[in-house]
């Protein structure tokens, strides 16, 4: 599990504040207005032929990661926010994907985490109201080996903390 700071967690938590309440850029918008409005993106990927997709991530805690697709006139040629279970299915159901792939689709996981053989496990918090989040298993050469959805478990340290102060 990744530890953080308290500083550290409060500027995430402020960071997915800000984003939620800002709206996603219009269609047609130029990027200078996105980057004026949404800051500096957390990760920037390529896009074929020509583009590129600006991620924005809400932190390790945060529920939401927007893509800002741009095209090669420095146009928004689409918003969304990506951590929902209708992008989870349709990137399971891809096969062959690779850690690169990955990153480009959904963004960076809130946490990672060592896996056996080698690999890693990477893990998305996302809007539920069953306090699941979504796991991604790749192998040592970054391709994708399973995927689920599972218990977040600071949702588990929470109920065993409020069941052991019952007892």
């Not at 809130?110 to 539920?128: I, K, L, M, V």
């Not at 298993?137 to 218990?151: A, E, I, N, T």
Request: with cysteine.
């Amino acid at each position: 599990m990744v530890r953080m700071r308290r500083s550290t967690l409060a500027m995430f938590t402020v960071l997915g504040l800000c984003m939620a309440c800002t709206s996603p850029p219009a269609v047609n918008a130029p990027v200078t207005e996105v980057l004026k409005t949404w800051g500096r993106p957390t990760a920037i990927y390529a896009l074929q032929p020509a583009g590129q997709r600006l991620e924005y991530a809400s932190g390790p805690f945060g529920r939401t990661t927007w893509m800002v697709d741009v095209d090669a006139a420095g146009r928004v040629s689409q918003a969304r926010q990506v951590l929902n279970e209708a992008e989870f299915f349709k990137l399971q159901s891809a096969p062959g994907l690779v850690r690169d792939d990955v990153l480009r689709w959904i963004g960076a996981p809130g946490e990672w985490r060592g896996a056996r053989g080698g690999g890693q496990t990477w893990s998305w918090r996302y809007p539920t109201h069953d306090c699941l989040w979504f796991q991604l298993s790749l192998d040592p050469q970054g391709l994708v080996q399973g995927s689920g959805f599972f218990v977040d478990p600071v949702c588990d340290a929470a109920n065993e903390s409020h069941n052991s102060a019952r007892h």
